[in-house]
Structures are given as structure tokens and as C-alpha cells.
């Protein structure tokens, strides 16, 4: 006589059966969610402007330079940015949207750069760690923009205003009085020195980031960014110390506009 034995009240004992995972519907796969293409795109607009601003940069010093030749060189430049040789007279509002525009320019590309700033106290205190053991020269170049960047965000914002306010001013007494009877030679001169750093160091790295250049150049584009930045700044000092000496012989006028010999002697006749 046989007895059955029922498995369902009392299960064999022994090591337990998993049983498979039912099998996917071919036509309605898993799809893993898509990575954000943002900060690719943000990355790109942050080159682009300050590609742009760098651009303005070496414009803008080519411009103020001109006190160099002559005080009616700079006359004559400051004019044509009026518009006076197509519109007939001058219109300094023009410099203002200039001013503006660049202003707006910066404001955004400062923006996108902090993004990557150290976004506390302890995130700071890694990095300085990190930078101090990795002894990274591309790195501490990074750093020294980080602040050169955060000096011009304040630094070239108030020389804008001045250009977007009083574009009218723009001339040679009337920007020597500014630098000197105006006190404002300190603030170019550290304008100066943090424009230029930070414009080389950031086209350097443009350069890099953006792999336009192979690692085998890299210690030319090095050269590059040491002859762009010493260039500049010597250019920068001498244009500095031209507006200061013209400021100073000019201290007793302060506030006379200049007015061209051609058109003087126009007047007396």
C-alpha cells in the first residue's frame, strides 16, 4: 500500500529555487534616461563670451592707446566711435549701447563662470587641498583667473558705467582729469593687471579646452600667454602714465573739454 506525500504542507528541505524573471516584451525595451546636454551647451556659451570680451579687450586697448601718438589721435578715434563721419554730427549715446552691451556681456559670462565656483566653505578647503598636493600648473592658472575674474566683475563694471553714463567725457583732458584730478589711476591700474591676466590665462585655456591645439604646443601656447599678458600690460602702463602726466599738467583746467587746433582756429576766423 502506497502513501502520497504532500509537498505543499511540508516543502522538501533544501536550497531554495528562484524562479526566473519573466522575460521582457521585445517592443517596449528599458531606456535609460538621457544625460542633460545643459552644461555642454553652457560651457559653449561661457567660451563664446569670453572669447568675445577678449576681443573687446584688445580693441579697447588699441583705442585708448592712441594718446600715445598724439592728443588728436584720440580725439579723432573717440569721434568716429560717435558715429560723426556717417551721421554727420556726433552721438554718444552710441558709446553708451556699446557700453551696455559689453556690460550685459560680462554680467552673463560671469554668470556661467560661477557655476564652477567653490560653492562653499568645504568645498573651497577640497580644492585648495587637491591644488596644493596636485601642484598642477594648469590648475593654480584656474585658481589666479578665479580671482582676477571676481576683481573684474566689480573693477570693469564701474569703468562701463562711467563710459555708459558720461560718454560724452571721452576725450583726451576729459579722461586725463578722470584718471588723475578724478582719482581714479589706483582703480586702472589693478583694473589693468586683472584684465590682462585674466584675458590671457582664459584664451590660453580656451585653446586647450577645446583641444585646437595638441598637448606637443602646449608650452608654446605657455610662451603665447606670457608674451600676450607682457605685451599688454606694458602697453597698459604706458598708456596709464600718458593719461597721468596729461592729468597732472592739465590739473589747473581740470574740466576744459579739448578742442582740436583745426577746429580752434576755425572758430577764431
Same mark, same amino acid.
Given at each position: 500500500m502506497s502513501h502520497s506525500i504532500d509537498y505543499t504542507a511540508n516543502p522538501p528541505m533544501g536550497p531554495s529555487v528562484i524562479p526566473d524573471a519573466p522575460a521582457l516584451p521585445t517592443n517596449n525595451p528599458i531606456s535609460l534616461p538621457r544625460?542633460? +546636454?545643459w552644461?555642454? +551647451?553652457?560651457?559653449?556659451?561661457q567660451s563664446l563670451s569670453g572669447l568675445l570680451l577678449a576681443l573687446f579687450l584688445i580693441a579697447h586697448m588699441?583705442?585708448?592707446s592712441t594718446i600715445l601718438i598724439s592728443q588728436a589721435a584720440f580725439y579723432n578715434v573717440a569721434r568716429f566711435f560717435e558715429g560723426a563721419w556717417l551721421l554727420g554730427r556726433p552721438y554718444p549715446m552710441l558709446v553708451s549701447l556699446v557700453a551696455s552691451a559689453i556690460l550685459a556681456l560680462l554680467m552673463l559670462h560671469a554668470w556661467l563662470a560661477m557655476r564652477k565656483f567653490p560653492a562653499g566653505f568645504r568645498q573651497y578647503r577640497a580644492f585648495i587641498a587637491h591644488k596644493n598636493r596636485l601642484h598642477h600648473g594648469d590648475t593654480s592658472l584656474w585658481w589666479l583667473q578665479l580671482w582676477t575674474g571676481f576683481l573684474l566683475f566689480f573693477l570693469a563694471s564701474i569703468h562701463l558705467y562711467d563710459m555708459l553714463s558720461q560718454p560724452e567725457l571721452i576725450g583726451p583732458y576729459a579722461s586725463a582729469d578722470r584718471v588723475w584730478s578724478g582719482g581714479m589711476w589706483p582703480l586702472y591700474l589693478l583694473l589693468l593687471f586683472s584684465v590682462e591676466l585674466h584675458g590671457g590665462i582664459g584664451l590660453y585655456r580656451l585653446l586647450v579646452k577645446w583641444g585646437l591645439f595638441g598637448d606637443k604646443t602646449r608650452a608654446r601656447l605657455h610662451l603665447a600667454r606670457h608674451a600676450f599678458s607682457a605685451f599688454f600690460i606694458t602697453l597698459g602702463l604706458l598708456t596709464l602714465l600718458a593719461?597721468?602726466?596729461l592729468g597732472r599738467s592739465h590739473a589747473a583746467q581740470a574740466g576744459e573739454r579739448y578742442i582740436?587746433?583745426?577746429a580752434a582756429q576755425t572758430a577764431t576766423h
Open positions: 544625460k542633460s +546636454r552644461p555642454a +551647451r553652457l560651457d559653449l556659451l588699441a583705442f585708448v593719461y597721468i602726466d582740436p587746433k583745426a
